[in-house]
Nanobody, 121 residues
């Protein structure tokens, strides 16, 4: 399966964006899906993850209460709704799949191409 993130862009602080992660050539059904981000000069960091049924979610402390992860297995797509964006949210955002609800990068596979989010103050 190939994963492609989209929906990034440039917004002002306090604004919102919704990212999508579409799968092709396979299914995301049965997999946990995660979002990570990487800012320039920094290591990639965990953002959020969702179970394969969508009933369990985990968030990084830095985004909890502002970001919401969801999925539509029928559409083979995972979403990341980002509200109250801050300049420190500026990064390339990536999606990937895993076999467990994890915040550990090495447990994820099939990384998709990222989408850039830029938040200005």
């Amino acid at each position: 399966v190939q994963l492609q993130a989209s929906g990034g862009g440039s917004v002002q602080a306090g604004g919102s964006l919704r990212l999508s992660c579409a799968a092709s050539g396979g299914t995301i059904t049965g997999y946990y899906m995660g979002w990570f981000r990487q800012a320039p000069g920094k290591e990639r960091e965990f953002v959020a993850t969702i179970s394969y049924l969508g009933n369990s979610k985990t968030y990084a402390d830095s985004v909890r209460g502002r970001f919401t992860v969801s999925r539509d297995n029928a559409k083979n797509t995972v979403y990341l709704q980002m509200n109250m964006l801050k300049p420190e949210d500026t990064a390339a955002y990536y999606c990937a799949k895993a076999n467990s609800l994890s915040s550990i990068e090495r447990e994820y596979m099939r990384w998709g191409q990222g989408t850039q989010v830029t938040v200005s103050s």
